[in-house]
């Protein structure tokens, strides 16, 4: 079956403490993204893959890294996490070129205290 | 700054009314724009439109898009309960090459039996 996974689903950490969230596509798509999603301000894009190797920032990407090494993986890494990136996340993935349409994963709620 | 705008925030009809939601952009080197619909989880495709004019249909839902006025619409007719989600509109803007999306805040809808 085509989809996105994301891992954890649900996540309850403590400030500074350094956390990734992972996600796996196995569609072949070039280009990954991480958004957050919070009231009231809808879905932010924080950073992207066109490729392999090739990352850019998003509209929101301070305090988040992310690495593309494998083609199908896209994880995103929270070195020092603070209480204003409690969260939802989804991980979304297309082909590069033409359509557009992405595919989501299922989203990981990050609560930060 | 890109900015996507929808209208309204949230909308309550009933079975079978019709409805159509807005959405309004401000974006340089405009590519496409996308319509998703999200209920409890993650946001699940529904419409791209690359060109003015011109009309997409899938059973009860059809989007158009206007390039000069830059702003589409979503129209749901025959309105059913399971329509009840968040429509998300969003906009591919940027150079070619980039592939950085601006969501909306989306439009929340309920249809009531």
């Known amino acids: 079956e085509a989809q996105v996974t994301q891992n954890p689903r649900y996540l309850i950490t403590v400030t500074g403490k350094k956390l990734t969230v992972t996600c796996s596509q196995n569609?072949?798509?070039?280009?990954m993204s991480w958004y957050r999603q919070d009231p009231g301000l809808g879905l932010r894009q924080i950073y992207y893959?066109?490729?392999?190797?090739?990352?850019d920032k998003g509209d929101v990407p301070e305090g988040y890294k992310v690495s593309r090494k494998e083609k199908r993986n896209f994880p995103l890494i929270l070195e020092s996490p603070s209480p204003n990136q409690t969260s939802l996340y989804f991980c979304?993935?297309?082909?590069?070129?033409?359509?557009?349409?992405?595919?989501f994963g299922p989203g990981t709620r990050l609560t930060v205290t | 700054e890109d900015k996507v705008v929808q209208s309204p925030l949230s909308l309550v009809v009933h079975e079978g009314d019709t409805v159509t939601l807005n959405c309004s952009y401000e974006v340089t080197n405009f590519r496409s724009l996308l319509w998703y619909k999200q209920e409890k989880k993650a946001p699940t495709f529904l419409f791209m439109l690359?060109?003015?004019?011109i009309e997409k249909k899938s059973g009860r839902l059809s989007s158009i898009l206007d390039k000069k006025e830059l702003f589409s619409i979503l129209n749901i007719t025959a309105t059913q309960t399971g329509d009840s989600a968040i429509y998300l509109c969003?906009?591919?803007?940027?150079?070619?090459?980039?592939?950085?999306?601006?969501f909306g805040t989306g439009t929340r809808l309920k249809v009531l039996a």
């Open positions: 969003a906009v591919a803007p940027g150079d070619s090459g980039t592939y950085k999306y601006i």
């Open positions: 569609m072949n798509h070039e280009y």
């Open positions: 979304a993935s297309s082909f590069a070129g033409g359509s557009r349409e992405q595919y």
């Open positions: 690359t060109s003015s004019g």
């Open positions: 893959s066109m490729n392999v190797e090739v990352t």
